[in-house]
C-alpha cells in the first residue's frame, strides 16, 4: 500500500530557497494526486498546493501563488515542491498527502476541516523554519 516521506526541511534565512521531496513507496505514484500541506506550531494544517496524477493540473495557495513550484517524476516515484523568497511566516511542519479522486488530469487543495475523508495516507512531515 502507498507509504509515502517527506524530507527536505530545515532551517533557513528569508528569503532563501528549500526543496521538499516527497517519495512514495509500495505503489506507482503516477496514479495518485499528491497535495502539500504545512502545519504552523499551535495552528490548523493548512493546503499548499496539489498536483494531479499525470501533473497536468497543478493549484496553489495564494501564499504560495509565484514563490512555490510544485513537480512530479513518476519514474522516481517523487514529488518536489520548490520553495523560493522563504519568509518567517513559511515556517512550518510540511506534508504531502495522497488526494482521493479518480480523476487523473484534476486536482484541488480541499480544507481539511470541510472534507478530511477526501486526504488518504499522510507522510510524517519535515520541518522547515524560516529564521535570520
Known amino acids: 500500500h502507498l507509504q509515502l516521506v517527506e524530507s527536505g526541511g530545515g532551517l533557513v534565512e528569508p528569503g532563501g530557497s528549500l526543496r521538499l521531496s516527497c517519495v512514495a513507496s509500495g505503489v506507482t505514484l503516477a496514479d495518485y494526486a499528491i497535495g502539500w500541506f504545512r502545519q504552523p506550531h499551535g495552528k490548523v494544517r493548512e493546503g499548499v498546493s496539489c498536483?494531479?496524477?499525470?501533473?497536468?493540473?497543478?493549484n496553489y495557495d495564494e501564499s504560495g501563488q509565484g514563490r512555490f513550484t510544485l513537480s512530479r517524476d513518476n519514474a522516481k516515484n517523487t514529488v518536489v515542491l520548490q520553495m523560493n523568497r522563504l519568509t518567517p511566516e513559511d515556517s512550518a511542519v510540511y506534508f504531502c498527502?495522497?488526494?482521493?479522486?479518480?480523476?487523473?488530469?484534476?486536482?484541488?487543495?480541499?480544507?481539511?476541516?470541510?472534507?478530511?475523508?477526501?486526504?488518504?495516507?499522510w507522510g510524517q512531515g519535515t520541518p522547515v523554519a524560516v529564521s535570520s
Open positions: 498527502a495522497e488526494e482521493r479522486n479518480p480523476f487523473p488530469d484534476f486536482c484541488t487543495i480541499v480544507p481539511l476541516a470541510r472534507r478530511p475523508d477526501y486526504w488518504g495516507r
Open positions: 498536483i494531479s496524477a499525470r501533473g497536468k493540473s497543478l
